[in-house]
């Protein structure tokens, strides 16, 4: 199915056959987005299907600039952020100051891992830290845009970058030494 400008003005007149169709053919896509985004599936699904239903309501404010899978993506990280901002699930509050900062990873680990298992590594990450990763890593914002899209500083998030790559780290070694035990 081919996403161009007459299939957009269908999704924009809310044709509920083509909302169908846009929701198979973007929805896999769009729910990994969640996934490193929540704590749970659950969570996951949530965060989908609040944000196709901020697509469906606002398509008509799509004027067209600019890529519009970029708008639909960007539309889809926002929710996930603004889930937990709503929510307040979960805090932030653990301190990774302890971790040492040479903390070397051996490749062999990385390569190991199932895509489900790196996931599972992002989702452990406190809050804070997951939504900076994934936006700084995966969705490519820059600090200054995160500051501004999270209400924080440009410095709290490299600092919370930080402390996620560290962690990420920590868990890497901690799944490297039990392979090479043989746990």
Not at 36 to 63: C, H, P, V, W
Not at 65 to 78: L, P, Y
Not at 138 to 165: D, P, V
Request: proline share 1%.
């Amino acid at each position: 199915m081919k996403i161009d400008k007459t299939f957009i003005k269908k999704l924009q007149k809310q044709d509920k056959k083509t909302q169908k169709a846009f929701y198979q053919v973007v929805s896999a896509e769009m729910y990994g987005v969640c996934l490193r985004f929540a704590s749970s599936n659950e969570d996951a699904n949530d965060m989908l299907q609040e944000g196709f239903i901020r697509i469906f309501k606002f398509i008509r404010n799509y004027r067209g600039d600019g890529s519009f899978e970029g708008w639909v993506r960007k539309t889809i990280v926002n929710t996930a952020i603004n889930y937990y901002n709503k929510e307040k699930k979960r805090g932030f509050n653990v301190d990774l100051e302890y971790v040492k900062k040479e903390l070397v990873t051996d490749e062999s680990a990385i390569e190991k891992l199932a895509f489900n298992e790196l996931l599972d590594i992002i989702r452990e990450l406190p809050v804070g830290y997951r939504k900076v990763f994934n936006l700084y890593i995966i969705e490519g914002y820059s600090h200054r845009e995160i500051g501004e899209l999270l209400g924080i500083s440009e410095n709290t998030s490299k600092s919370q970058l930080s402390r996620a790559r560290l962690a990420i780290q920590k868990r890497l070694a901690e799944i490297n030494r039990k392979e090479n035990i043989g746990e």
